[in-house]
């Protein structure tokens, strides 16, 4: 079964650009999770939905970083404009409803380099 | 809040050496437990989970069990090996949460290094 899918896998831009991090969750899970990881501060839960319905956007650094989810399959994290303190590795995650021990699933990241 | 607090890494042994790495956690409500593992290059796993007290989560060697009265959930292997070397997140889902669904609370992740 396909797990997670994340694109690209690495993503090099000048700052000031436009940045758009994609997410294909696992079919038939009804969560998803976006998460920026850096040396700094470790793994940080920026959004989830429930239903393709953001659920809390609270660990959303600031304007600059909005998220989608425009259907059960595709989910979109963009960053505009792009500032080098942005770069991290972003990973997007899925997971069932149901009991809370239900696991989350994780794709592989996005390695962001804002120059 | 919901917190989990691990045990600073890097943790270096050697192999076939014993690990522990300690997890303790506060929750408003009876949470869920798990633990995650890093590798590099690549996305968390799950390694294993507990999800009520004294239950205990097993796999690929490792061992962890839900502690209640101590709120604790240390990850334990008899014998280590060079390809356990990752980093290792604990983490909790409190239940409790009204409208936390499956989110989870995560730890900062302990750096294990496994040398011959």
């Known amino acids: 079964d396909a797990g997670v899918i994340q694109s690209p896998r690495h993503e090099v831009t000048e700052m000031g650009q436009e940045v758009t991090l994609r997410c294909k969750p696992i079919s038939g899970h009804d969560y998803l999770f976006w998460y920026r990881q850096t040396m700094m501060r470790g793994l940080e839960l920026l959004i989830y939905?429930?239903?393709?319905?953001?659920?809390?956007d609270s660990g959303m650094p600031e304007d600059r970083f909005s998220a989608k989810m425009p259907n059960a399959s595709f989910s979109t994290l963009k960053i505009q404009p792009s500032e080098p303190r942005d770069s991290a590795v972003y990973f997007c995650?899925?997971?069932?409803?149901?009991?809370?021990?239900?696991?989350?699933?994780f794709g592989d990241g996005t390695r962001l380099s804002i120059l | 809040g919901d917190s989990v607090t691990q045990m600073e890494g890097p943790v270096t042994l050697s192999e076939e050496a014993f690990l522990t790495i300690n997890c303790t956690y506060t929750a408003t409500g009876y949470p869920s437990l798990f633990w995650y593992v890093q590798y590099p290059g690549e996305g968390l796993q799950l390694l294993l989970k507990a999800t009520k007290a004294d239950d205990k989560g097993s796999n690929k060697g490792f061992e962890a069990t839900y502690r209640k009265e101590t709120t604790s959930f240390h990850l334990e292997k008899g014998s280590v090996q060079v390809s356990d070397s990752a980093v290792y997140f604990c983490?909790?889902?409190?239940?409790?949460?009204?409208?936390?669904?499956?989110?989870?609370?995560f730890g900062t992740g302990t750096q294990l290094k496994v040398e011959l």
């Open positions: 983490a909790l889902s409190d239940r409790q949460v009204t409208g936390g669904g499956n989110k989870l609370t």
């Open positions: 939905f429930n239903n393709n319905v953001p659920i809390d």
């Open positions: 995650a899925s997971s069932s409803a149901g009991a809370v021990d239900q696991p989350q699933h």
